[in-house]
Every structure is written in C-alpha cells, then in structure tokens.
C-alpha cells in the first residue's frame, strides 16, 4: 500500500518497470490515494499518477534468503585456493593470543614508563 496525490478520475495511475506496465487497485483515502501494489518481480519500478511519480523498490521475499552462517569447514573450503586468505576458529586465536610468551600489555606499559622517566630526567636537565 502506498500514497501518492489526490485522486483524478481522468487518468488511471500506471506501475512501469521490468517491462510492465499495469493499472494497480486504488481509491481515495484521506487527503490521498490509497494504491495495492500486487505481488512484483524483484526491481524498480515508478508508480506514475498524473504529474506524480513515485519510485518503488521490490525485493525478493524473506522466504527465499538464506539467513544461516557457515560453517568453519565451508569457510576453509571455500577460501582454499586462495593463499592470502586464512580461516581460523575463535578458540584457535585466543589460544594463539594466550600462548605468546611475553604479553604485549606488559610491553606498552614499559614504554609508558620509559617516556616518563626520559620526561622527568630531560626536564630535571633543563633547571
């Protein structure tokens, strides 16, 4: 459903697009013109009523997407062939993280320090 000007008797409204062109339902409502889109293929279309036109976007239906991840070993099939790419699994990478001898926290907070420390001697130097 949709609304789009006022209602002239004159000229029907027209849905074009995706080589159609059709004459929907419509009727007054309000200060505007109450249109039943029907069941259309996927696209664009314009819904022209007199001077107004109206562009309408139609996707295809939920029922058809498919709304599943993959699976670990679909992801690794599929990325085989291509050797820049690797796949690894969540676990694999917090046990990468966590087996690494010296953690990197430690190694930000001894520069942090270094700074400082270099801060505090340069600026005792300049007195």
């Given at each position: 459903?949709?609304?789009?000007s006022?209602?002239?008797?004159?000229?029907?409204?027209?849905?074009?697009?995706?080589?159609?062109?059709?004459?929907p339902?419509?009727?007054?409502?309000?200060n505007?013109?109450?249109?039943?889109?029907?069941?259309?293929?996927?696209?664009?279309?314009?819904?022209?009523?007199?001077?107004?036109?109206?562009?309408?976007?139609?996707?295809?239906?939920?029922?058809?997407?498919?709304?599943?991840?993959?699976?670990?070993?679909?992801?690794?099939?599929?990325?085989?062939?291509?050797?820049?790419?690797?796949?690894?699994?969540m676990?694999?990478?917090?046990?990468?993280?966590?087996?690494?001898?010296?953690?990197?926290?430690?190694?930000?907070?001894l520069v942090?320090l270094?700074?400082l420390?270099?801060?505090?001697?340069?600026?005792?130097?300049?007195?």
């Amino acid at each position: 459903y949709g609304f789009l000007s006022t209602l002239n008797t004159k000229t029907p409204p027209r849905i074009i697009g995706n080589g159609l062109d059709l004459i929907p339902q419509y009727r007054p409502s309000g200060n505007g013109i109450l249109y039943r889109i029907p069941n259309l293929d996927p696209g664009f279309y314009n819904l022209i009523h007199d001077a107004d036109t109206s562009s309408i976007a139609v996707n295809i239906a939920k029922s058809e997407s498919i709304m599943e991840g993959m699976s670990l070993e679909q992801l690794k099939s599929g990325f085989a062939d291509l050797s820049h790419v690797s796949v690894s699994s969540m676990q694999d990478i917090a046990l990468e993280t966590s087996n690494s001898s010296f953690p990197s926290w430690k190694i930000f907070i001894l520069v942090v320090l270094f700074l400082l420390s270099s801060e505090v001697f340069l600026h005792r130097l300049a007195r």
